[in-house]
């Protein structure tokens, strides 16, 4: 199975910073990679796939980049509203597997 | 307005069987494929199952295969995962989702299996 780990495991940052979290695949995973974002209580919300593909309707402040076995999710000018758990997931090979989690908090 | 709606969970015994139904609208519900994924308290999501448009191909992770079954009407807008022999590790929120080409296009909200005697 491909192992996909996060860093951090959490952050926290002011409002209007730009933050980045990592992903990275235990193998090469061409660009078969998403984010997703998390609220407590609700269920996972798409931000991007293919590995910086903008879902419809996600504004333009999160970017992705990254191929193989190294990506980057990067959220723009933080908002109160960003506050979540940001988790990545290949998609190359089954089983599908999801990295453990980022958890973003606002100062 | 795009609704995914998952119902079935609740207590369940030790080695006992339940069966998830996720009842959608607001989208062609035979172009997608459908997905279950799950999320363990205060723990990560992991995925379950998938299943093509057609309902000719489903996929499971080696954990699960011949323990959970996945199906789909596309007459009802529904997509189903019976779980029998369940264990206490079962025991998590079960959020369907649909999916198009590459993308997860849309999530339901969850339903809770909790496994205990």
């Known amino acids: 199975d491909i192992q996909m780990t996060q860093s951090p495991s959490s952050l926290s940052a002011s409002v209007g910073d730009r933050v980045t979290i990592t992903c990275r695949a235990s193998?090469?995973?061409?660009?078969?990679l998403a984010w997703f974002q998390q609220k407590p209580g609700k269920g996972p919300k798409s931000l991007i796939y293919?590995?910086?593909s903008l879902q419809s309707g996600v504004p333009s402040k999160f970017s992705g980049s990254g191929f193989g076995t190294d990506f980057t999710l990067t959220i723009n000018s933080l908002q109160t509203e960003d506050s979540a758990t940001y988790y990545c997931?290949?998609?190359?090979?089954?089983?599908?597997?999801f990295g453990q989690g980022t958890k973003v908090e606002i100062k | 307005e795009v609704l995914l709606m998952e119902s079935g969970g609740g207590l369940v015994k030790p080695g006992g069987s339940l069966r998830l139904s996720c009842t959608v609208s607001?989208?062609?519900?035979?172009?997608?494929?459908m997905i279950w994924v799950r999320q363990a308290p205060g723990k990560g999501l992991e995925w379950v199952s998938s299943?093509?448009?057609?309902?000719?191909?489903?996929y499971y992770p080696d954990s699960l295969r011949g323990r959970f079954t996945i199906s789909r009407d596309n007459a009802k807008n529904s997509v189903y995962l019976q779980m029998n022999s369940l264990r206490a590790e079962d025991t998590a929120v079960y959020y369907c989702?649909?999916?198009?080409?590459?993308?997860?296009?849309?999530w339901g909200q969850g339903t809770l299996v909790t496994v205990s005697s």
């Open positions: 989702a649909a999916r198009s080409g590459e993308t997860i296009e849309y």
């Open positions: 607001g989208f062609t519900f035979s172009s997608y494929s």
């Open positions: 299943i093509s448009s057609s309902g000719n191909y489903m």
């Open positions: 193998q090469g995973i061409r660009n078969y």
């Open positions: 293919g590995a910086s």
């Open positions: 997931q290949q998609y190359d090979s089954y089983p599908w597997t």
